[in-house]
């Protein structure tokens, strides 16, 4: 489906921002030299600025950081926890071998908690985890906002204690950051002891707790492309750097040009914005309010880049095989022309030994709000939308897979009307 024939795109928040005024300009200011250019050393002052981390490494985007990653610390009969690992970090987790552990708090899973920080890891479960199998932990991660578990925040409390945690077992702990300044300020509005820090201060806090970090810059760089892995520690950042030569580019460009790195320095300062992200995060929780009064279900509290439609609640006729989350967003585009994403059995759903499919504990429809792009007219019109489908539901049926690739299938797979 070209783009092109989407009226409103919420299929990501990834690279879909409007740049500002002062980042085009920026981009004409882009240095092209090879190795050690001046634009180089803009981001790299930067990411150093706010990840205090001394060595970063630049990459094209998020998961070519995991790749570097996990190519070095993942291995077979190993686990790595997380909070809840993006797909892109699960897949590069598991394809080296090692196992991809989930470890968010119960209430992360219960789509009617209001829980402020759904995101936050079980602590009591990461401790017996490395009580227990210590050894077989490379590295621990937390993902900041917590993507898959509905864009929740997770508390700098708990950040702290897990990094603790860690830190006692000799264990690395790393961010998945790629949402550190929405996370920011949901610890700003939520978590009384820091409501009078400025986001700078809490982000810097936050990453002090961490030992390294994978960031897709493409969400809070506010650039269309871009992303890096950083770290504290000479040894890993020497094993990471032959990986980012063999794989992206040279130590000071990664896979980028010096015009994005230029736009992506400019994109992380005006992030922290508090004006910014209180419209930006604002805007998120306005749709929620639309789809409230219209009785669309939907993962309570709103994220912070994205609302997560609940499939079962919206289409409970859709047999759990016939994936509910996917007719839905397929019917938001043929009612509305919105483009959505599932968040469901299509993307977790399994078939077991026995060849029976293990269906994922929720099924989601993700409207991820592109930064500084639409307007409160947009949203309501998507809530306009949603409030009719759910309203004649039973216009709607499952679907069956016609094609499957290996590996996130999710975003090739084909599928017919069952
Ligand atoms: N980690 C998280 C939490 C993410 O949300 C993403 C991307 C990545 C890692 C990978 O970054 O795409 O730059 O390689 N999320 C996008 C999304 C694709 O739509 O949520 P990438």
Known sequence: MPAEAVFIDLLTDSGTGAMSDRQWSALMRGDESYANARSWFHFRDAVQSFTGMEFILPTHQGRAAENILFSELSKPGRIVPSNNHFDTTRANCEFYGAEALDLVIPEGKDPHSTHPFKGNIDLGRLEDLLKKDRDKVPVCMCTITNNTGGGQPVSLENIKQASAICRKHGVPFFLDACRFAENSYFIKQREEKYSSWTIEK??????????????????????????????????????????????????????????????????????????????????????????????????????????????????????????AAQ????????????????????????????????????????????????????????????????????????????????????????????
């Open 202 to 323: 809490i982000a810097k806090e936050t990453f002090s707790c961490a030992d390294g970090a994978t960031m897709s810059a493409k969400k809070d760089g506010l650039s269309n492309i871009g992303g890096f892995l950083a770290v504290r520690d000479r040894k890993l950042y020497e094993s990471f750097s032959n990986a980012l030569i063999l794989r992206e580019g040279f130590l000071t460009y990664g896979g980028l040009t010096g015009r994005d790195l230029e736009a992506l320095a400019v994109g992380f300062e005006e992030v922290m914005d508090e004006a910014y992200l209180a419209s930006r995060i604002g805007q998120v929780a306005f749709l929620g309010e639309m789809l409230r009064e219209r009785g669309v279900p939907f993962l309570e509290p709103p994220g912070g880049h994205a609302i997560y439609l609940n499939a079962l609640e919206a289409f409970p006729h859709i047999k759990r095989e016939e994936f």
């Open 327 to 418: 007719s839905l967003c397929a019917a938001l585009y043929l009612e509305g022309g919105i483009r959505g994403v599932e968040i469901g059995s299509l993307m977790f759903g399994k078939t077991d030994a026995a060849g029976n499919f293990v269906p994922s504990p929720m099924e989601l429809v993700r409207l991820a709000i592109p930064r500084r792009v639409y307007t409160e007219s947009h949203m309501r019109y998507v809530a306009d939308v949603a409030g009719e489908i759910v309203k004649n539901r039973e216009k709607y049926g499952g679907y069956r897979i016609t094609y499957e690739a290996p590996f996130l299938r999710h975003f090739t797979m084909k599928l017919e009307r069952a």
